[in-house]
């Protein structure tokens, strides 16, 4: 069965189309679920406004819109509602407060910033300090650790522009966790198609050899990224020649949301 649990909303600042539109094309391309999961927004202190997320007053919009649309839609397609968010320690227990008015499904774990939005780096942009990565790898871990999240998003979000054993010294860190802790890895359609620095093979294969399970999200910003994975042989290919078993885990160990 075709599901993506990784889905955003114009609410962020840098994704287009409609929810209407989303969902119209999961159900074009076979989906059974589709789980939006739009950057959360943060309870900051002093008024610091992020270009990333949506605010917290457009949260109550977010729900009920998702909310009617789900019954709307109901013999089409399930609708979840979720969140991708960081592991920020200092703003998490005010967001949780808030978030628990609402009836989220799930929550995906995607570490953007190290250590945090207003405090560090964006993890997409080369850094050859091996603190930065070790810094992204503590924290990925501790979010896991927290029970909170269904699955961690863009694992090798973080580009690392230094040596390979480092680079592996500590990704493998972060991949034995997840095993130990039987946390999913997503491999991220988004930056696939859009030729980023993830998925990356090294990545994915050393993630394999461990043992280490996956799920795919199509981490859409555009309703077009709704795609079915088997229709991408790139992507066929990449799965392949990382020894992912394609197949085998793509719907398991999405959990229910913490604070029900
Ligand atoms: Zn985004
Ligand atoms: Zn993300």
Request: aromatic share 14%.
């Amino acid at each position: 069965m075709l599901a993506n649990y990784h889905t955003h909303t114009i609410r962020c600042k840098h994704a287009k189309g409609t929810e209407r539109e989303y969902i119209e094309a999961a159900i074009k391309k076979g989906f059974k679920i589709l789980g939006f999961s739009d950057h959360v927004p943060f309870p900051y202190p002093n008024g610091f406004v992020s270009t990333i997320r949506m605010d917290m007053n457009e949260l109550e919009n977010y729900v009920t819109t998702l909310l009617d649309l789900r019954k709307e839609y109901k013999n089409d397609i399930d609708i979840l509602i979720g969140f991708e968010t960081e592991y920020q320690k200092r703003y998490l227990e005010p967001l949780y407060r808030e978030l628990a008015n609402y009836p989220i499904d799930y929550m995906l774990l995607g570490q953007h910033f190290v250590e945090d939005e207003i405090h560090g780096i964006y993890s997409g942009d080369p850094c050859y300090d091996e603190k930065g990565l070790s810094d992204y790898v503590n924290l990925c871990i501790e979010g896991m650790k927290t029970g909170l999240f269904a699955y961690l998003a863009h694992p090798d979000l973080f580009h690392f522009a230094g040596d390979e054993t480092t680079y592996l010294k500590h990704m493998k860190r972060l991949i034995q966790a997840s095993i130990d802790m039987d946390f999913l890895l997503e491999i991220n359609i988004h930056g696939f198609l859009e030729r980023r620095h993830y998925p990356g093979n090294l990545f994915f294969k050393t993630a394999s050899d461990m043992g280490a399970r996956f799920i795919i999200g199509c981490d859409a910003h555009d309703p077009s990224v709704i795609v079915n994975p088997e229709d991408i042989s790139l992507l066929y290919n990449f799965i392949k020649i990382n020894d992912i078993k394609y197949g085998n885990n793509i719907l398991q160990g999405l959990k229910k949301p913490f604070y029900k």
